[in-house]
């Protein structure tokens, strides 16, 4: 295995050897995979083998011989957040399978402003690739190109950025919308029958694609055959954490005491925000919850949601990560990579299956 | 009553009382942040091979000139007496404005002097509240902060507001002779700050205000208009940062400079000024700036997880704010 | 020790007549005394006696209801410290008023320092500070580089007062001067009070402590309840008639 640098390295590796424990190709086991394994790409039962309950589908088949020195570097919005760990783990897991080196900083909590700082640092590395997840990214065009270094954006588009790999949002959304109208159909029927009945698109105003994502939830769900009365979008603001949607949330359920709520959370942390603030404001009976994410925080809500999330689009983030590390790959041998729409609902009867670990 | 006694007490001193000296502790705590910044160096030299690279501390040298520019208004204007924590929405105050104001076609001069007269509001403001109302500066950059950092969600309408022209502030990312021009900015601003303070009236007049107001009141200072001035170069440097903020990223966030409260007052405490005014250096502010952005730069180096790195980052304000508790302790003995 | 000196010639500060009250409090009644060049003058009285009420007129932070000030035959109104000290008149405050992160040159030219353009001219200011402190014999203080919140009580005390000389003032008021310092410490300060009568200035000493001003006032004037109970040079008093003064009032001395 390659090491990717220092300290995290050690701990990144061990969790990857954990996760890997229960593989049944030995192909990654060697020192040197990418030496190792001899001619040809890696196929997509690879992945699937290497990536286990991650179950990642690939977004570019990784040819077994790569350049010695690839080097990719990664700035991380969050590492204090669910989704953006999982997608760390997941990046620094397929780094070591396709033996390539990976350098990572972060911003601490959504700082975007160091986002140019924290590449100048991790330019020393010379990195080929690197990829961050940010609003404003045009200063970091002009470094990149400046440096002749590929400019990955992750999880957001950047204009003039060499590429691009995210969940396609519309999609996304859309069946967001259509799982949440699964869900309030039969209440519609039932309890919720004669009651006004409120869309809400929980979003980042700041951030267009996630507004993008809600916006297309309302889609799905009116795509469905449900028309609500109306459609909301409160701002959850800079960073979209559990803590703003209950905040979010709170407010909204008190000026909106009798209604019914159908709501798209742009992310399991504004999802989760907001059940709370339905639990603590002991609304269980008049909302229904979908989020788009399923990282720990989002899969452990079940636990305790009284059956209010009726489902979380499953983003994979730790197969986020894996496949940003193929695509820049793909993108530093000039090569196309594909981005697959989510197709995978978690709900709270196959969360046990799909994520066994948890 | 036998009040003779006390003149033939009262006889001229024969010998000079020896000359008041800091004690060996008064000087370790003095020196400790030279020694801190030092062993880093070394630490990070011997752990890392890129560190100890001119690219890299170059890009060191980048990196805190942000953070450097703010400490330095910070630490003036607590000479002086006030804490001023409004630094972080003067940065997202300007960077949005600028890119609003280029964004309606005016050209980015024009739309600099604008977030510089915001800046200026924006320490006139905190001025009437501090001077005028007599609200303790926290509580007045506090409030004054929080309502900056709103008009710039409000003039941004909460979007990211990516500048038209970003080449306008290209010069923010060309290197002269090398070296950054924000790290140049940043030296010019060390510089004219530690002439201002330790030889200038101006200066001499700050640490005055800020080590005894009602004595620099008696003595014919202008307290109020120090105050003014302190502020005022506070929130205009906070302006010089959130441009070259922008000229970095290419766009205007109303989030920008949330991040800086904890760097810029960990570098400012690292120096070891205390929060009472009347002392303090910027010569000693930016050790304790560089002494953060070597931290930051060489954790990133050693793949050091963040959370290790806010651990480290913690542990070194927890030290130098014991340390300020000791000098404070020692000096009221 | 030149103790019993006479003061000659016209008076430098004379007080005529001065009254002040707070609502219906009356601090002050019909107070006049004289003090002249080269003296110094020892002002007591029991705690509320007017003492500090006199003091603030003097050098300006009060206006007195009537009455009349002169400084060498000019009447004064004082609107402000600022107004007091440009007549001449200086008050030394129990607070010191230093600014304890400086050294000794920076507070004994603070707002007044000697400067080059926008710059301070350091060494000019350390060589006056120099020559101030050793006019007052006060030449083993450090002129620079030493923060004077480091300094002992009465080394404090010895800068506040010289810090009057570098003002100008002919006339020095130090408020309770000996408050919180020890016994030698209080004779220092006592000590330099003669350096600055010696140097021609006058000098009003606040003090309820007649025993630490016995040997160096020149005249006793005690407050009592607001009004002069008496003025007595020392050669022609005793302790015990000023501690009759001070207790009793002038009814029954």
């Known amino acids: 295995m390659k090491h990717i640098s220092g300290l995290s390295s050690a701990l990144a590796i061990s969790a990857t050897v954990l996760l890997m424990a ?181 979003g980042q105003a700041a951030i267009p694609t996630t507004m993008e994502r809600v916006e297309s939830g309302l889609e799905g769900f009116e795509a469905a055959g449900i028309q609500p009365a109306s459609a909301e979008f409160p701002d959850l603001g800079k960073s979209a954490t559990v803590a703003d949607g209950t905040r979010i949330m709170a407010d909204f359920l008190t000026a909106h005491p009798d209604q019914v709520l159908a709501v798209v959370a742009m992310n399991d942390q504004a999802g989760v925000g907001a059940l709370q603030a339905v639990q603590a404001a002991g609304r269980q009976d008049d909302v229904r919850i979908v989020t788009i994410g399923a990282d720990e925080v989002g899969r452990s809500a079940f636990k305790n949601d009284d059956g209010i999330i009726v489902g979380e689009v499953d983003l994979n983030p730790w197969g986020a990560g894996w496949r940003w590390v193929e695509a820049a790959i793909a993108l530093s041998m000039d090569e196309e990579f594909v981005i697959p729409a989510p197709d995978r609902v978690i709900t709270r009867d196959n969360v046990a299956e799909l994520y066994p670990e948890d | 009553m036998t009040a003779t006694t006390v003149a033939q007490q009262g006889t001229p001193p024969t010998s000079p009382p020896p000359k008041p000296k800091s004690d060996p502790i008064d000087r370790i705590l003095d020196v400790g942040i030279y020694i801190a910044l030092g062993v880093l160096v070394i630490v990070f030299s011997i752990a890392s091979p890129y560190f100890l690279t001119v690219g890299n501390l170059l890009n060191i040298g980048q990196a805190v000139a942000q953070t450097g520019i703010l400490a330095a208004g910070v630490t003036i204007a607590l000479i002086a007496g006030q804490l001023d924590i409004s630094f972080g929405s003067v940065i997202a105050v300007t960077a949005v404005l600028v890119a609003v104001l280029t964004g309606a076609g005016l050209p980015a001069a024009v739309a600099v002097l604008g977030a510089v007269v915001a800046g200026l509001l924006v320490g006139i403001l905190n001025g009437v509240l501090i001077v005028n109302l007599n609200i303790s500066s926290i509580i007045s950059t506090l409030a004054v902060g929080t309502a900056v950092t709103g008009a710039a969600y409000l003039l941004a309408n909460g979007q990211v507001i990516p500048l038209p022209d970003p080449a306008a502030f290209s010069w923010v990312n060309v290197r002269v002779f090398g070296l950054p021009v924000p790290m140049l900015i940043a030296i010019a601003v060390y510089v004219a700050g530690w002439v201002l303070l330790a030889k200038t009236k101006l200066g001499a007049h700050i640490y005055a205000v800020g080590g005894n107001s009602s004595a620099a009141l008696r003595a014919g200072i202008p307290v109020k208009r120090i105050y003014y001035t302190v502020l005022v170069i506070s929130s205009s440097l906070a302006v010089l940062a959130g441009v070259i903020v922008l000229g970095r990223t290419g766009a205007g966030d109303p989030s920008y400079g949330a991040a800086d409260m904890f760097t810029v007052l960990g570098a400012v405490l690292l120096s070891g000024i205390g929060l009472g005014g009347g002392t303090g250096s910027v010569q000693r502010t930016f050790v304790g700036v560089l002494i953060i952005g070597v931290l930051a730069n060489g954790l990133v180096l050693l793949g050091v997880q963040s959370y290790y790195q806010q651990l480290v980052n913690g542990a070194v304000l927890v030290l130098a704010v014991v340390m300020e508790a000791i000098r404070r302790k020692r000096r009221s003995r | 020790m030149t103790i019993d000196r006479v003061p000659t010639g016209a008076p430098l500060l004379s007080v005529q007549g001065i009254s002040k009250s707070f609502g219906h409090i009356q601090a002050l009644t019909d107070v006049s005394f004289d003090i002249a060049p080269g003296e110094v003058l020892a002002l007591l009285g029991d705690n509320g006696a007017g003492k500090s009420t006199l003091i603030k007129i003097l050098s300006g932070l009060y206006a007195n209801d009537t009455g009349e000030i002169r400084m060498r035959g000019i009447p004064q109104r004082f609107h402000s410290p600022a107004d007091a000290k440009a007549a001449g008149i200086a008050t030394v405050y129990q607070d010191l008023a230093l ?52 300094m002992s009580g009465g080394q404090r005390q010895a800068v506040a007062v010289a810090r009057t000389v570098v003002s100008g003032a002919e006339l020095i008021i ?33 003090s309820h402590n007649l025993q630490q001003v016995w040997d160096f006032a020149d005249r006793f004037a005690v407050l009592h309840l607001g009004r002069l109970a008496g003025i007595r040079r020392r050669s022609e008093t005793t302790v015990e008639e000023i501690v009759q003064l001070i207790v009793y009032g002038a009814g029954e001395a």
């Open chain 3, 174 to 206: 130090m408020d309770e001067p000996t408050a919180a310092l020890g016994v030698s410490e209080s004779a220092k300060v006592m000590d330099l009070a003669h350096e600055l009568r010696d140097s021609g200035c006058a000098v009003i000493i606040i």
């Open chain 3, 99 to 150: 600014v304890d992160t400086r050294d000794v040159a920076a507070n004994l030219f603070l707002g007044r320092e000697y400067t080059k353009g926008p710059f301070i001219d350091v060494k000019r200011n350390v060589a006056e500070s120099r020559r101030v402190l050793e006019g007052l014999k006060l030449g083993h203080l450090p002129a620079s580089g030493v923060a004077v919140g480091v």
């Open chain 1, 22 to 202: 229960g593989c049944a190709t030995a192909s990654n086991d060697s020192a040197e995979p990418a030496a190792a394994a001899g001619e040809g790409r890696y196929t997509q039962q690879d992945v699937t083998d290497a990536t286990g309950i991650h179950d990642v589908t690939s977004v570019f088949s990784v040819p077994k011989q790569l350049p010695d020195d690839l080097n990719l570097a990664y700035i991380n919005p969050s590492l204090a957040t669910s989704f953006f760990k999982a997608m760390s783990d997941g990046y620094k897991a397929a780094a070591d399978f396709y033996g390539v080196d990976l350098h990572e900083a972060d911003l601490g909590n959504f700082n975007f402003a160091d986002a140019v700082n924290k590449y100048d640092t991790l330019a020393v590395f010379e990195p080929e690739v690197v990829g961050i997840l940010t609003p404003s990214g045009a200063g970091l065009v002009d470094r990149t190109r400046a440096d002749g270094v590929k400019l990955l954006a992750s999880g957001i588009p950047i204009e003039g950025a060499d590429g691009f790999i995210g969940t396609p949002e519309r999609e996304t959304g859309m069946l967001a919308g259509t799982v949440l109208a699964d869900g309030v159909a039969p209440l519609l029927e039932d309890e919720w029958a004669g009651r006004e009945l409120v869309f809400v698109g929980l």
